[in-house]
């Protein structure tokens, strides 16, 4: 096709969004699949000029809390369809292979924890993970591949129920555990040595430094945070995290993926003494 006489991208992303946003429902379906690899497909450019094109796009821009939130809902209505055919499936690990995104969270998970030894000499012993959702793909490669013990926080109940039910099909109840809270409400995290935070927790500035000041007030010092970010058209689906804007932490490092992973990995570090104190 003449590219020429394509819409461009910002049309077709508000189409997209559209779409989306006014269907019922997510669950997948071919339509609902069309719509999300397109997007996905999009959000893949490596074009500067398409991206300048489409972030400085004031319709764009109008819509992207917008956009963070239809992925947000279409996330969990896929992952809740697989936590139910996983849970179903005669052998369960081979089912979970099988979701359409594994391989993307087998190389998003290695780069994570690359990255984690790339600023500690060991891997950390205790993880909690922000946002788990209904189908906790990275908490079980962490629990299954790497022996680490991992704590599940989610604020849906249905989410923390579909996730122990996939825990205990895969024989992995031992070393997972699940809670149904709001990270705001967490008082102590200091028994974990890293904290993982999904990228759909906190749709904006705002809420992602809410969460970023209260979490600094409840772990530990020296344990490392890492959070899940985006950078170019991959901000079309997931909020971008601004590296200098994550005080009171101490940044340590970034990493932009150019490949399918689609988020990009911050680690940060609680400091071992309080900003501004004596």
Request: charged share 25%; aromatic share 6%.
């Amino acid at each position: 096709m003449d590219t020429i006489t394509d819409p461009s991208l910002s049309t077709r992303i508000h189409r997209i969004y559209q779409e989306l946003a006014t269907m019922g429902s997510l669950e997948p379906s071919q339509r609902v699949n069309h719509l999300f690899g397109e997007l996905v497909s999009i959000s893949m450019s490596r074009s500067r000029g398409e991206v300048d094109e489409v972030l400085g796009d004031p319709v764009v821009s109008t819509i992207r809390e917008g956009l963070w939130r239809v992925c947000s809902r279409g996330e969990f209505e896929l992952e809740r369809h697989w936590a139910r055919r996983i849970v179903a499936a005669d052998d369960p690990a081979a089912e979970l292979r099988s979701f359409p995104y594994a391989v993307n969270y087998e190389k998003l998970t290695r780069l994570e924890l690359s990255s984690l030894r790339g600023v500690r000499d060991q891997l950390p012993r205790r993880v909690l993970f922000i946002g788990s959702g209904p189908l906790p793909f990275t908490s079980i490669l962490l629990a299954e591949r790497h022996g680490l013990a991992v704590s599940n926080l989610d604020v849906d109940e249905e989410a923390c129920a579909a996730a122990r039910a996939i825990a205990r099909r895969l024989g992995l109840s031992d070393r997972l555990e699940f809670a149904c809270a709001d990270a705001l409400s967490c008082a102590d995290l200091s028994e974990f040595d890293c904290v993982f935070l999904a990228a759909l927790v906190g749709m904006n500035r705002r809420e992602k430094s809410r969460l970023l000041h209260h979490l600094h007030g409840v772990m530990r010092p020296g344990a490392l945070l890492l959070v899940r970010s985006s950078q170019r058209l991959r901000a079309l689906l997931y909020p971008e995290v601004d590296i200098h804007g994550m005080t009171p932490f101490e940044p340590l490092l970034e990493i932009h993926p150019h490949d399918e992973v689609i988020n990009s990995v911050i680690i940060a570090e609680r400091p071992g003494h309080d900003r501004g104190a004596g």
